[in-house]
């Protein structure tokens, strides 16, 4: 019997090709007699249909294979009422993905309030978003059964932080992480907004996977230290988004400098600039660079993020400089998709 | 459960997990800082690291991109030094291009942790040191499910930075300890303080003692505070032993003192 494919669910359809199918399969394939593999046509000969069967099974293989992992493939639904998603990411953990989300939701509102954004924590094992946008409390339903979600600075935001008891961990495998993921996604009454920031989890997994082929992400903004250990790991982040085909906004390199506040002497603790050049190595911009100040982690602490607590300090301004190289950057993708239209 | 003790595992002493639930504390380097002091002391040290998405083992002890052996008893680890005191394993060892991108789902991720477990014949080791990604997640079930099939896990240290929002996820780490019945051998606060260079002002960028309070609050040993040292990150960068180079700095004493803690609270048990 022909085994086709290994997938059981495949297997279960290929038992149905009886052998009186093939015969008619094989009949329709004789007769044309290009269709197959880039060979000359066939030789009329006794071993004609062990030649012809080995042939046939090499190209349709591939060609059903393909068919049916596409048919497998979760099919991507836009978020109603969400104009654009765009991720925070990095392939590596503590590099500031929460902290730069906060910011950059908080200042793309601070450069144009006519905007609305929302917030998505995706990081279902570690959520800092409760913490950073000084949130907590159970998200309330409505009477369609759908979550709403918390709103603080005129963010609404939604996090597992919510769902769960402050400390108590969330250990789960994949599978019931991307159930959660497609509830966290699909079943929360947004409202029309004009970007939804996702901040993702480290790492290249389950939950990047799961956002990347459910959703139609307009873009991805990727967190990086200098550091030559974080770039590697940001480096695989975008390398992922590329085989998802998720467009790369850029780079955003956090933690870039530190000045001693009594005698501004300036230490790069983690590195000079290494992400300005992986930026260039990977041909994407390179969207700002945030300096390491004890105001950022002081505000993040109190819930209070700089953006707003700060609103004239020179690392909200490096973050607003960063939220308006987002929107250009996502201007300059609408050009060319339109352009290749 | 039964314990089968021929095996990989057979010839290990301690087995030691290096949790965090947060990104990006250090857990890395921290393991190779500890599997190197250990090995100062006189221990043959083992690393086993199952961060499949994130591995910086092997760049931070520069090994640079050798191939993995097979011996009758199994994958045999790269030894990161002639006399073979620190064994090594990672996902980075077994891709073409180290640089890759390991995009792989729950399911994938516990198979190969499961082969990292049974298949590598790590030999005689005094301490196997096993650096985990963040989170609480298919990895640190794996690993732990794999490793209790051999022997008993001696316990996890906990690596946490200051700031709030790290101590709020290292929380969770120590309550999954406690529900997974792994032993907390205590907490350890990395990035504790910044001494500028230049005037030697202390500054806490990531704040101070919110690892101790965590060890308070949970209960657990505070095993010692390692400052943020720029000369630590280059090491680990460029793949340099800190310990040799820079035997008198604040750094090295700290993770000297937490070294000699975790032995003797891995000896008494």
Known sequence: MLRLLERPSASSKMAQLTSGRLRRLLQIYANKSSSLCGGPGFEHNSALGVHFVRRWRSVDLKERQKQMMARGLPKQKPISGVKQVLVVASGKGGVGKSTTAVNLALALMANDPAKTVGLLDADIYGPSIPKLMHLKGNPQLTSNNRMLPLSNYGVPCMSMGFLVEDGAPVVWRGLMVMSAMERLLRQVEWGPLDYLLVDMPPGTGDVQLSISQNVPVAGAVVVSTPQDIALLDARRGVQMFKKVHVPVLGLVQNMSVFTCPKCQHQTHIFGADGARQLADTLGVPLLGDIPLHLNIRETSDRGQPVVVSSPSSPEAAAYRKVAAAVVQRLEELEQTQGAVL | ?269
């Open chain 2, 1 to 269: 459960m039964e314990q089968n003790n021929d095996g990989s595992l057979a010839q290990v002493q301690h087995i030691v997990l290096v949790l965090s639930g947060k990104g990006g504390v250090g857990k890395s380097t921290i393991t190779c800082e500890l599997a190197l002091a250990l090995r100062h002391a006189g221990k043959k040290v083992g690393i086993l690291d199952v961060d499949l998405c994130g591995p910086s083992i092997p760049r931070m002890l520069s090994v640079g991109r050798p191939d993995v052996h097979q011996c009758d008893t199994g994958w045999v680890p790269v030894y990161a030094d002639a006399e073979k005191n620190l064994a090594l394993m990672s996902i980075g060892f077994l891709l073409d291009d180290p640089d890759e991108a390991v995009v792989w789902r729950g399911p994938k991720k516990t198979a190969m942790i499961g082969q990292f477990v049974s298949d590598v014949a790590w030999g005689e080791l005094d301490v196997l040191l096993v650096d985990t990604p963040p989170g609480t997640s298919d990895e640190h079930l794996a690993i732990l499910e794999n490793i209790k099939k051999h022997k008993q896990v001696d316990g996890a240290v906990l690596v946490t930075t200051p700031q709030a929002v790290s101590t709020g996820d290292v929380r969770r780490e120590v309550t999954f300890c406690k529900k997974t019945g792994v032993r907390v051998l205590g907490i350890i606060e990395n990035m504790s303080g910044f001494v500028c260079p230049h005037c030697s002002e202390c500054s806490n960028i990531f704040s101070k003692g919110g690892g101790e309070e965590l060890a308070k609050l949970t209960g657990s040993v505070f095993l010692g505070a390692v400052p943020l040292d720029p000369k630590l990150s280059t090491c680990i960068e460029e793949g340099i032993d800190f310990l040799k180079s820079f035997p008198d700095s604040a750094t090295f004493s700290a993770i000297s003192s937490i070294t000699q803690t975790l032995l003797s609270s891995l000896q008494a048990a």
